[in-house]
């Protein structure tokens, strides 16, 4: 309902909002575009969803593989090692406290970890 809603609007605002005269063909054109366009608009809002999903909560700083410390934002190869080699951690902030990441690197992870 939402996406026809939208596609109206869209179409309305693409053959209404104009002075000029255009063919039928030129007007196909242009709703073929703008389907296109919110086609793509919805799969990339699908994928994001399902993303969101697929993240199950924070991830264990103290159980985590590199591999997994990597998909952090801000964390290379080097800060999941520095991170993994100094564990066990009694809270997530303690990998500040211990230098192993930034505090700037912990801000942008922060909602993302914990040491439980």
Known sequence: MKWTLAFSLALFAVTGCTTQQRSPDQIRKETAD????AAKDAKAVAQGVADGLKQKGP???NKASTDDLKTLP???EAAA???ADNR????????VRKHVISKTEYDRI????TAM
């Not at 066990?88 to 990998?95: Q, S």
């Open 34 to 37: 703008a389907t296109s366009t």
């Open 81 to 83: 090692h520095r991170i």
């Open 88 to 95: 066990p951690y009694d809270t997530a902030a303690e990998m």
């Open 59 to 61: 991830i264990n700083v």
């Open 110 to 113: 922060a909602d993302k970890v």
């Open 74 to 76: 801000g964390i290379d």
